[in-house]
């Protein structure tokens, strides 16, 4: 029997440009959208059915936006599981399901969780604290990354030799060996309550030089289709351990040997599938609604080669943000631009993003590069 998914309130906890994409796929399907978020000008704001501003991590405050809402699920980690926890027991549809955030929100965890389920990862020693890492000197080259809290490349800290240590974190986190690997790719997978599993095509991350962010993304990765398949695998695999349902991002390395490793998990929209709105029969957006509200899963084929450029604000600004040089991209064929309704800038923040559309990956290369020296965010 076909539900009638316009009568179902969908609440996100988290109003940010994840959300606000979401909520632009949905309104095609006149779904009512919840959010909560701290900020009283997050980018969901003026485009939700209702909008709260609270915390995400207070449990009364999630547990009562829960309320009014059907289904629940994120756009961030960071939220409050107990009380996402105490909905799903009282009869709430919560995706993710409370027990994986909570899991996610942690790399120890995660990183474990791979080695449990015989995922492939890079090999890894759990630390407690900045001398628990200077007495596991001898595994550097390494990455030292924090268990809780780090995102958008903040708590991570590669540590190459003893000169390093003096940056290692004084916080529980793990020293994962330093991959030198060939690329990273990563691969979106949805899983719906029906059991449907479907994989969107590999993607090539190339990411900012010091910001630690991705600065261009590549679709479809430049992998042999060996590579590929062997990728989306791994990607099913893991969603099909958590036994999750929605999206989940898989990000993870390629070695010079041609070996996949994971690196991370996210289980949302994901800055690795911005460019699906143009380049993909469905968006992860898309995807991400359909999957948690049991509706069927799109198909994830691609449509066209595609880069996407994040708009970061550049350095030495901060203030209301202003965008220079969209005239001039907005000329050119296949080029669509993405800005998330951010009013304020400040270096290398996430300000949008701008997807190319074009049928070749070495012409997608040049003209990424034209606009990302086109457009600039500043204040």
Known sequence: MQQNYQQKTLGILGGGQLGRMVIQSAIS?????????????????????????GSLNDFETVYAFGQDCDIITIEIENVNTEALQKLADEGKEVFPQPHIIKMIQDKRLQKQFYKGKGIPTADFILTEDKADVIRNASF??????????????????????????????????????????????AVIVAKNKNGETIAFP?????????????????????????????????????????????ILAVEMFVTKSGEILVNEIAPRPHNSGHHTIEANFTSQ?????????????????????????????????TGD?????L??????KGVYVHLYGKKTTKPFRKMGHVTILDNEIEILKKRALEIKELIKVKA
């Open 140 to 185: 550097l080259p390494a990455v030292n990354k924090l268990g809780r809290e780090g995102y958008d490349g903040r708590g991570v800290q590669i540590l190459r030799n003893e000169g390093d240590l003096e940056k290692a974190f004084e916080a529980p986190g793990l020293l994962e060996k330093l991959i030198d690997f060939d690329k990273e790719i």
């Open 29 to 53: 399907y006149n779904i009512d959208i919840h959010i909560l978020d701290p900020d009283s000008n997050a980018p969901c704001k003026s485009i939700c059915q209702k909008f709260v501003k």
């Open 327 to 332: 005239d001039e991209a907005l000329s050119q």
């Open 202 to 246: 590999a993607v090539e991350c190339a990411f900012h030089p010091t910001a630690n962010l991705v600065e261009f993304l590549f679709s479809p990765a430049q992998v042999s289709d060996d590579i590929e398949q062997k990728a989306k695998k791994i990607a099913i695999q893991v969603i099909e351990e958590l036994g999750m349902i929605g």
């Open 321 to 325: 943000a202003y965008v220079e040089g």
């Open 285 to 317: 957006f898309e995807q991400h609604f359909r999957a948690v509200m049991d509706m069927p899963l799109g198909n994830t084929d691609t449509r066209c080669p595609a880069v996407m450029v994040n708009l970061l604000g550049e350095e030495g600004y």
